[in-house]
């Protein structure tokens, strides 16, 4: 199952590709309502503490899932974890990039929320696309668009194909930038993280 998640960070409209009716479960977590508001989308399930809100009535919602406002999970980790229950297997999250730098950087470790429960977690916006890999993966090629590569871990026996600068049996760790800014030159990109775990990103060229 497919779920789509609104979260309050900066909103730019939908990725290139992005169609809200390929989803099963869309979700507003908070002040994300607003976005799915303004592209006219009634969420499946609203999350959130209404700290965005003045009026809980005005909310056109199927089901509001209300939270404490002293809480030990963000919106988007509690509305994460909702579609996981509801049988999401692959959850892409907007409005999750900008704005404050902490909840960015902690939307981004929710990927690793995520994918320690079996479920693929990515975050997008117009310009940039970031999910969390342990496994090869194959990544089709964008024209305008380039690969980075982040370790989180230290990653050894790294691959890299299909790209300008490609790796092999690399080893990769924090403290070095040198899976940033590669090219694809082929029809897809084949990237194995070999042993760690790996921040991938397709970003828009400026």
């Not at 089709?140 to 790796?167: D, M, N, W």
Request: aromatic residues 8%.
């Amino acid at each position: 199952m497919n779920a789509l998640i609104f979260a309050g960070g900066d909103f730019d409209g939908l990725p290139e590709g992005v169609c809200p009716d390929d989803f099963n479960l869309i979700l507003a977590a908070d002040k994300g309502y607003s976005y799915a508001e303004r592209l006219r989308l009634v969420p499946d399930i609203f999350v959130g503490d209404l700290d965005s809100f003045f009026d809980e009535n005005k909310i056109q919602s199927r089901e509001i899932v209300r939270l404490r406002p002293e809480k030990d999970m963000t919106d988007t980790q509690e509305a994460i974890q909702i579609a996981t229950r509801h049988g999401a297997d692959s959850i892409l999250v907007l409005g999750a990039l900008g704005g404050r730098i902490d909840h960015t950087l902690a939307n981004i470790q929710l990927l690793k929320f995520g994918l320690d429960r079996g479920v693929k977690v990515a975050l997008a916006d117009k310009d940039n696309y970031i999910t969390l890999i342990n496994t090869p993966v194959r990544i089709p090629r964008q024209e305008g668009r380039c690969l980075s590569l982040i370790p989180l871990t230290k990653c050894e026996h790294v691959f890299a194909r299909g790209v300008y600068y490609p790796l092999s049996d690399a080893v990769m760790d924090l403290g070095n930038s040198l899976g940033v800014s590669n090219e694809f030159i082929q029809e897809y990109a084949e990237i194995d993280p070999g042993n760690g775990l790996m921040l991938l990103m397709v970003c828009r060229k400026k």
